[in-house]
């Protein structure tokens, strides 16, 4: 089974709104990752977490802030939003993320729109 | 430094044509990996192969086949009669070999190839 969910699959915020992005995977990966993706450009990459720990992070401004409350669980907390920062938000999963060999699985994406 | 080149911004086909998708690297490792994903227009990235530098054979799946030449840093993608479902957004990547630091494992994208494939 290499299936990754978010949660929502849209969402609509103001730019003083809190929201979070969730994301979830059971394929027993030790790495998740959040990537945002704009309109006809590659992903580009934002935080890895592996083992639950923090270990990369793109100098993502502040208003984004990672969680990984478990192995399985990755959220994306978001604050203060601009709407340039409107996009498709993907979650993926690997196994280790110490290996450049893992393969990274995706999910579907949140599309993210900030008014 | 690494890279990945995918030159073709768009193709558009008939269906049952061939289509080839190119896809150029550069890295100054002698270990690294490489990858094509299908994003079709629901967003979703949609792994399709894994290939490590170490090996040079030629892949097929079905109708697709990948074509890997060091020798032109190349990694070519073709779809043999195309079908509307092909219909997606294909991207490159590419990936170093543990090497201690906090790179590993990241994945250099190319710009994508947008296939338009037509009844």
């Known amino acids: 089974d290499t299936e990754v969910t978010q949660t929502p699959k849209h969402l609509v915020m103001g730019m003083t709104n809190k929201k979070s992005l969730k994301c979830e995977q059971h394929m027993g990966h030790r790495a998740m990752y959040w990537y945002k993706q704009k309109a006809k450009k590659p992903p580009e990459l934002m935080f890895v977490y592996s083992y639950e720990k923090l270990s990369i992070n793109e100098s993502v401004p502040s208003r984004f802030s990672p969680e990984c409350p478990n192995s399985s669980l990755l959220n994306l907390h978001l604050h203060a939003l601009q709407p340039e920062d409107s996009a498709l938000y993907l979650c993926a999963s690997s196994l280790s993320g110490t290996s450049g060999s893992d393969t990274q699985y995706f999910g579907p994406g949140t599309r993210l729109t900030v008014l | 430094a690494q890279k990945v080149t995918q030159a073709q911004t768009e193709i558009s086909v008939v269906e049952k044509e061939d289509v080839t998708l190119d896809c150029v690297y550069e890295?100054?490792?002698?270990?690294?990996?490489l990858f094509w994903y299908k994003q079709p227009p629901s967003g979703e990235l949609v792994f399709l192969i894994r290939r490590n530098s170490f090996d040079e054979q030629n892949e097929i799946s079905g109708r697709y086949s990948w074509n890997f030449q060091k020798s032109t840093s190349s990694f070519n993608f073709t779809i043999t009669a195309s079908q509307v479902v092909d219909s997606a957004v294909y991207f490159c990547a590419l990936s170093e070999a543990f090497d201690g630091s906090s790179n590993t494992g990241k994945l250099i994208f190319g710009q994508g190839t947008t296939l338009q494939v037509k009844p």
């Open positions: 890295t100054r490792d002698t270990t690294y990996y």
